[in-house]
């Protein structure tokens, strides 16, 4: 048989967002002693440096390399290269 009374309301607790407001206003703390610490400058050259990885413009030296070396063969022998690439892959 089932019963159908009440049940008793549950308490609410704010210690939940009392505890989020004080990890908030912890992590800008820090945020802001970081920025202090390492300086506005420092902090826009990782910024941009960041931004830039992310749009896939970095590039090492060997990838320099490997580009010029490219664009100074004969285009039928890059062709051919890459294509023994790809089989060779497969």
């Keep these: 048989m089932l019963w159908w009374g009440t049940k008793k309301p549950k308490a609410k607790s704010k210690a939940p967002k ?8 912890q992590a800008l703390a820090n945020a802001r002693a970081a920025r202090e610490a390492i ?5 826009d050259r990782v910024a941009e440096a960041m931004a830039r990885r992310q749009r896939g413009e970095h590039e090492t030296a060997a ?9 100074d063969a004969e285009a039928e022998r890059v062709v051919q290269g890459l294509l023994d690439m790809i089989k060779r892959q497969d």
């Design 18 to 25: 009392d505890k989020s407001a004080a990890l908030r206003a």
């Design 39 to 43: 300086g506005q400058d420092t902090l």
């Design 63 to 71: 990838t320099r390399q490997a580009r010029a070396r490219i664009a």
